[in-house]
């Protein structure tokens, strides 16, 4: 019933370098906004709806995730420049949570990867959770964290990996 969103999303893909790249400039709206009208859905099949919080107005959802509420991303690090970009901020926040009848989860990533790694290794950044929730009201969520994993099965923190410094391969090649 879709086939023309899923080929329009195939044509929409091939103009960019990378799937990183295209997901990065996708804007996921919920299916009222496709060419075709998807049907009503069938009391026993799971769906799930991916908005951005532009197009959440007015809508109402049983549970709402949302993703990277940190300082950074959620106020945005490009929106902090004045005060009334940081109340614009806090107010989509506030519109996004108050998308959710039933549940709502903010989720705090502990840190990030950055994509442009530096020459030996991972590089990463701690995140800090938004200043829209401050202390004061943390004990109003549940905090869930990953499980530690079995005991006598490694952990992934553990895992070690050889460095390996490309730049210095690919230099290598030139002499």
């Known amino acids: 019933m879709r086939r023309a969103d ?7 893909a091939a103009g960019h370098a990378t799937r990183e790249r295209f997901l990065t400039e996708l ?6 906004a496709s060419s075709d009208e998807a049907g009503v859905p069938h009391r026993d099949e799971d769906y799930l709806i991916l908005s951005t919080i532009h197009s959440a107005k007015g809508q109402e959802w049983n549970a709402v995730s949302i993703l990277n509420v940190v300082d950074g ?23 996004a949570m108050t998308r ?9 990533p502990q840190r990030f ?7 030996f290794g991972d590089r990463h950044l701690h995140a800090s ?14 905090c869930v964290v990953p499980a530690p994993p079995p005991p006598g099965e490694p952990s992934r923190a553990t895992e070690v990996t050889a460095v390996i410094d490309v730049g210095a391969l690919l230099r290598g090649q030139w002499r």
């Open 129 to 142: 959770r938004s200043r829209f929730v401050p202390a004061a009201i943390e004990g109003e969520f549940e």
């Open 27 to 32: 804007a996921l709206d919920p299916p009222q």
């Open 73 to 95: 991303c959620m106020p945005a690090d490009m929106a902090t420049g004045h005060a009334a970009e940081i109340e614009e901020e806090r107010r989509l926040l506030y519109v």
């Open 113 to 119: 990867y950055v994509t442009q790694q530096r020459t």
């Open 100 to 108: 959710a009848r039933d549940s709502l989860n903010l989720l705090v």
């Open 6 to 12: 899923l080929d329009q999303l195939a044509r929409i």
